[in-house]
Nanobody, 134 residues
Framework: EVQLVESGGGLVQAGGSLRLSCAASGFTFDDYAIGWFRQAPGKKREGVSCISNRDGSSFYADVVKGRFTISSDNAKNTVYLQMNSLKPEDTAVYSC???????????????????????????WGQGTQVTVSS
């Protein structure tokens, strides 16, 4: 069974940094893409970043570009999200999700790669809380 475990969240002052980890097991790591999503109270869930474990290609939401960096360590079956220059509006529960690359590729070819694809086909972790104080 696909299992994902997030860690690394915590309380940090605005301008500070955190590194989140998503440890994966139960599947062939290179066959999946991993995404980071977040949800704050009263807000809809939003995509933050994602990466292909096969070729390392990555994407970022505009609100985190230049501040967050996603990376994968295939030897450890772990994806990281380095978060720098944190802002109070980054406060949320951060979750990682794994989707087969074949599913991602099909969605991209149709122009339908969005949150629904991750929700419908992904396996999710339990989330880790990130709180940024002002």
């Amino acid at each position: 069974e696909v299992q994902l475990v997030e860690s690394g969240g915590g309380l940090v002052q605005a301008g500070g940094s955190l590194r989140l980890s998503c440890a994966a097991s139960g599947f062939t790591f290179d066959d999946y893409a991993i995404g980071w999503f977040r949800q704050a109270p009263g807000k809809k869930r939003e995509g933050v970043s994602c990466i292909s474990n096969r070729d390392g290609s990555s994407f970022y939401a505009d609100v985190v570009k230049g501040r967050f960096t996603i990376s994968s360590d295939n030897a450890k079956n772990t994806v990281y999200l380095q978060m720098n220059s944190l802002k109070p509006e980054d406060t949320a529960v951060y979750s990682c999700v794994a989707v087969p690359i074949a599913v991602v590729a099909t969605a991209k070819s149709k122009g339908t790669l969005g949150l629904r694809v991750w929700v419908d086909f992904g396996s999710w972790g339990q989330g880790t809380q990130v709180t940024v104080s002002s």
